[in-house]
């Protein structure tokens, strides 16, 4: 019997990890304890192994992940890189606490702009479109908090990816016009 | 992906599908094969998208769900406890002024029918088929396998109503639960259009629901208010007619305007020439003036947003549904025919059209 026992303790300590990941996370941070168990009983656990890929470049894209557990790279395919080992294009890895695909819950029929592929055993919390339609229409206050949150994250990326473009325009301009040779 | 994690992935994708699949078809062949389940499960279906709006609202008044749940069904029950009281003797009145004067109807309708078989006897000589004979012995034999079915029928309809009301109840506390457990089946390859399929669905099939009882409300209000203006009889028992017959799309409002443009012909002494006479102008014109409010106004901004098919579509789907399931299976036909082609188009949308 005592396998039985072991499950249930499994299961609930299971639950608080969701509800911490959440907790944690930047889009969640604003949220009271009840509004966190609202969001917890809509979200969907997801386990991938080594190596499964989580999405993939150019599949429409319904929300984001939060990883619980392993690590994930991000990939970008390259079509006209030379050779097929060449094509993907390492981005970055994430590991434990940190999210992606965030853009995927504000577009729609947005299409992934990168793969996903697990690293390791990895465990991912999904939080998709119809989730946050869910919260906006159960608990409207609690969907405003994360809506305000998104919004920032997606924000701050834009920044960053204004930044990044601006410093690419300037390497551009200085190697098309080489400084001027001292007489 | 090197192949063996690939032949793995699969076999598990292979077994995780075939599991779902597996409860599905369960639920399905259970649902077929026990009398009443499945026609109980298509109403409560129904009255869990007509409530949840209601539930939803309530919740995010910061009401608990499950209060938020049975204050609409105990609204229900006290409206129709109302309704026993104050509707029913109305009905039943108007029922058993029906029932007196049905002998008297039946007569007159086989003069009708013997007085227009007399009629084209004139112009097809040459064929000697007693109308009036077949039609009194189609209505005899209907009758006689009416009453023979009645103890069924009756038993049926009392297992519907208990079944109904508990289904709803389960399917608005426990459905989202019950859906997040079966899409937790549902391997991480497909996991996303499985869910963004499940909440499009869920969508339509909500929004359809609640435009098509709208629109058979409305028009069986205007039909009601109409007849009673024209101080028709029976204005309430044909206004619920028509609108429960609205229900079926194209043929229903048809089907609704039948028993009044009836009762109007055979109360002009089962003269053909009456149909000419002003009760049938005003009859035709009530309902006419009820598929209008419905075609201008409620199809364009309700229905038609919610279900995008073909009007031929449309006619061969009810058809298809009609031979399958009857009456029950014109209803249902077209929001199961939008389903089908929604599911067509996510898939499409998903697997083929990459950038």
Known sequence: MNYLWDNLFKRSKKDDDVRSIL??????????????????????????????????????????????????????????????ENRDIFITQLGSSDFFGELALVEENGRRTASAVARDESTLIGFFKPDLTEVLER??????????RLAEVLGRRLKETTEKVSELRRAIKELREPPPVNP | MDAKLRASLRRENQIKMLSVLAILVGCGVIL????NLLVSFILAFVTNYLLSPIVDFLERKRVPRQTAILIPFIATACLITFGVYKVVPLLNQQMELLASQLPKYQADLMNLVSGTEQRFKVFFKLYNVNFSQAINDWIVAKTQILSSALPSIVSGSLTVLILTPFFAYFMLQDGRRLTRTLMSLVPNSIFEIALDLQHQLNDQMGGFIRARFLEAAIVGVVVWLGLQIAGFPYASLLGLFAGLTNLIPYLGPLIGAVPAILIALISEDGMIASTMSLNLIIITSIYFFAQLVDIVFIIPFVVAKIVNLHPVTVVIVIIIGSQVMGILGMIISIPIASAIKLVFQTFYRHLTEYE
């Open chain 1, 23 to 84: 907790r944690e996370n930047i889009l969640f941070q604003d949220l009271n304890d009840r509004d966190l168990r609202f969001v917890e009983s809509l979200v969907h656990v997801r386990r991938f192994h080594a190596g499964e890929p989580v999405f993939r470049q150019g599949e429409v894209g319904v929300g984001m992940y939060l990883i619980a557990k392993g690590r994930i790279e991000i990939f970008v395919s390259d079509p006209n890189a030379p050779g097929e």
């Open chain 1, 139 to 148: 608990n409207p206050e609690a969907g405003i908090k994360i809506c305000l």
């Open chain 2, 32 to 35: 077929f094969a026990v009398n």
